[in-house]
């Protein structure tokens, strides 16, 4: 098992899921979380909002604010 930081989130369905945190990303005022299913190759990223002080985690789809972050995130993660 992992090391890393992980979240247990609700899917559509209604099924918890643990999500491993993979990154986090600051970009345009904005911090961005990159999450994973454990054992899953597939990754999503969220941006995390404050509301009432608690944190929210906004999807940010498969637009241009998602190519972004994952630019951001592969010039960081060369090898």
């Given at each position: 098992?992992?090391?890393?930081?992980?979240?247990?989130?609700?899917?559509?369905?209604?099924?918890?899921?643990?999500?491993?945190?993979?990154?986090?990303?600051?970009?345009?005022?904005?911090?961005?979380?990159?999450?994973?299913?454990?054992?899953?190759?597939?990754?999503?990223?969220?941006?995390?909002?404050?509301k009432n002080g608690e944190k929210e985690y906004v999807s940010i789809g498969s637009g241009s604010e998602?190519?972004?972050?994952?630019?951001?995130?592969?010039?960081?993660?060369?090898?």
């Amino acid at each position: 098992m992992s090391n890393k930081p992980f979240m247990t989130v609700l899917n559509a369905k209604g099924e918890r899921v643990e999500l491993e945190l993979v990154d986090t990303i600051n970009l345009k005022n904005n911090k961005y979380v990159i999450v994973s299913q454990i054992n899953s190759d597939d990754a999503y990223a969220y941006r995390v909002v404050e509301k009432n002080g608690e944190k929210e985690y906004v999807s940010i789809g498969s637009g241009s604010e998602f190519h972004s972050v994952l630019e951001e995130y592969n010039k960081r993660n060369k090898h």
